[in-house]
Every structure is written in C-alpha cells, then in structure tokens.
C-alpha cells in the first residue's frame, strides 16, 4: 500500500512526540522505507526522504533538529 506523504506527516509527529532521540528516529525511519519500497506505486521524494531521516545516525552532517522534523512533518501534513 502506498505510503502517503500527508499519512507519513502524521506518522512522524507521532513517533517525534514520542522520543526525541534521533538514532530511534532514524532507524524507524529505515523501518518503513524497507516495509515501503517495493511498492509499485511508490513516491519517489517520498522514499528519498525515508532514506534522509534514516540517515541522521550517521553522523551530526545528516542530523535534523526536533524542531525540523516538526515543521517538516506538518508541511507533509499540509501536502
């Protein structure tokens, strides 16, 4: 099933609200990328920005403030 930008915005202010670790973040992040990748109907952006936020625990350069992933999560509830 395809992973809606506006669905995943919900999704991630959930989990943000939930820990503010970033390793947590990231590899939940990585989580549903793997559960959504083979999708036919797969969102490029949208898989590219799974792969961004799993990407946060490797190193400070691709980490994203608390405050980022807020303001993106409710831009991808707006989208």
């Known amino acids: 099933m395809k ?11 959930k989990k943000v609200n939930e820990t503010h670790d970033l390793v947590i973040l990231s590899r ?11 999708d036919s109907e797969a969102d490029e952006d949208m898989q590219e920005l799974l792969l961004e936020l799993s990407s946060m625990e490797d190193g400070e ?3 994203f403030s ?5 303001s993106l ?7």
């Open 28 to 38: 939940w992040a990585f989580e549903i990328f793997m559960d959504h990748q083979r």
């Open 66 to 70: 608390i405050e980022e992933l807020v």
């Open 61 to 63: 350069e691709f980490e």
């Open 73 to 79: 999560s409710k831009k991808l509830q707006n989208s």
């Open 3 to 13: 992973l809606s930008k506006s669905e995943f915005g919900k999704m991630l202010e």
